[in-house]
């Protein structure tokens, strides 16, 4: 059987973590990790690339990784992961997926315990033989044991950031297609959600094998699952699996609507069918007798579009973020769907972050870039100086980063404005990082947890509610401090953040960043209930993260949010109110 990019990208990431827990320098470790990365989101089969020749084209791949891929590209092993697993046993790389277990800790548990696996260490922590170790203790314990039932929950799902663009662009090539009518992602993409499992893709045509024999032969596929007249199912080089349907055009509405799911959503509009004397399924709406049963030769009602299948149930067209059953079906029956939030509605970027600490443009090259998207408005915000890994600032460098600031500001204006802030970190004893006469002198202020995120409730809690309370904060970023899907949320008192948020005035964000997603959807619906403010946010560090405000939108409009809940899509002089009415 061949070898697949994943397989051999996981490899290398294995490399990386053996190396690390060696103790190997850093530069040879993020050789391996880089060009793992590399090698996921190659589109081609690295055999066409080795047959090229062009294997050191792929960033991060110099002669050596080259010759590493090609002996397994032939081999179907590589010799030196076989050695290496001699003296690092593999298991302990799956020890360091446990949150709070970095590779010096692997080691301490392998070298003193004999610990190989993260069954092992789970029984040594149950058994109270952890807590002894040097750097450790109880608490450490408690959470390494938390940290192992976390990791038996995820799931193995792929990121929407990684699905999203995956199917779009199979999509977009077999759009291309002479006999290809109409197309569209389905499922949990569409729908928005967080993570993906299958990636559901349909297209409208009345010649189906043409498509499904391109679909099945592309260069991302690594191996074709099935085959059939009107479905396939392939598996790409990245992993993921794609499912393809091609239908006839009269059935695109209900075809689109039934693989858009929920499966909650669709059993509420079969019961509502029902009612109407129909069976609805994926291909039209059947008559049914008394008894429930299909009426074989009554005429069917086909739907062409989804305005038409909900047209059909006496239901205005409902969003596909809203599928969920989560009172939407009531509310499309009242009379009262909310008008969403698109992406055009955004005026300004209240999180961004440029050289000064760890971000890859200047000041004036991220206001270009965000000018260049129609944005009117942004705020600087760079790291403060607990985040010493992001070159944070210091007051006295964050001070002289307002004079660039002030000066991009004055020669961009009034196309854009550009203001001043900040993002802060929220330290792990509960105290800001920057004193309030330095956060006067700024803006804007965002508050952030980055550390010490598996605190017990009521400690992460308070430490948040610190944050809200102190009027020169104006903004909670990302707050749970979730990073999909390695990390899960803090174990934060969500209750107590909304009540503060409420009291304060002080807004909430929705983190467009898709490994961050953050607040999720359910949380967005609830700060609108209470009429909390909201920001979606990019936390961009380059041009190309500005982009990611789709996947914001997305979460947003899955929380039920309008424009007006959300301070960027107001007006200039709007936000600039409601800052100067928190005492800036």
Known sequence: MSITNREIADTFETIADMLQIKGESIHRVMAYRNAALAIRDLPRDLRAVAAEGTLTDIPNVGDTLAAKITEMLDTGKLEFYERLAKEIPPGLVQVMRINGVGP?????????????????????????????????????????????????????????????????????????LPGALEGAVAGSIRRGRPT?????????????????????????????????????????????????????????????????????????????????????????????????????????????????????????????ELREDAGEIEAALENRLPNLIVVADIQADLHMHTIWSDGTLSIREMAEAAKSRGRKYIVITDHSQYSTIANGLSVERILRQQEEVRRVDAEMSPDLRVFHGVEMDIRSDGTLDFPDEVLAQLDFVVASLHFSLRQERSQITQRVLNAIRNPHVDLIGHPR????????????????????????????????????????????????????????DTDAHSAAQMDLLYFGVLTARRGWVQAENVLNTWPLERFLSWVQSRGK
């Open 481 to 536: 401090g979730q990073y999909i899907p390695d990390r899960e949320p803090a174990d934060l008192d969500m209750d107590a953040v909304f009540e503060a948020a409420r009291q304060h005035g002080t807004a909430l964000e929705i983190n467009s960043n898709p490994r961050r997603l953050d607040l999720e959807a359910v949380y967005a619906r609830r700060a609108v209930e209470l009429g909390i403010p909201l920001a979606i």
């Open 104 to 176: 010096k800790k692997a080691r301490l548990f392998w070298e003193k315990l004999g610990i190989t696996g993260v069954q092992a260490l789970e029984a040594a922590a149950r058994a109270g033989q952890l807590r002894d170790l040097p750097g450790m203790g109880e608490k450490s314990e408690q959470k390494i044991i938390e940290g192992i039932e976390a990791l038996a929950r995820q799931t193995g799902r792929a990121p929407l950031g990684v699905a999203l663009p995956a199917a779009q662009a199979i999509l977009d090539h077999l759009m291309q």
């Open 196 to 320: 993906i499992g299958d990636v559901d893709l349909l297209i409208a045509s009345h010649e189906a094998a043409p498509i499904m024999d391109a679909f099945v032969t592309m260069e991302q596929v690594a191996r074709v699952l099935g085959h059939g007249p009107t479905k396939s199912s392939v598996e790409l080089h990245s992993g993921l699996q794609v499912d393809l349907r091609v239908l006839e055009p009269a059935r695109w509405g209900t075809a689109l609507s039934y693989f858009t799911g929920s499966q909650a959503h669709n059993i509420r509009l079969r019961e509502l069918a029902l009612k109407k004397g129909f069976s609805l399924n994926e291909h039209a709406f059947s008559p049914v007798g008394a008894d429930g049963s299909i009426i074989e030769d009554a005429p069917k009602i086909l739907c062409a579009t989804e305005e038409e299948v909900y047209r059909t149930l006496d239901l205005p067209w409902i969003a596909p």
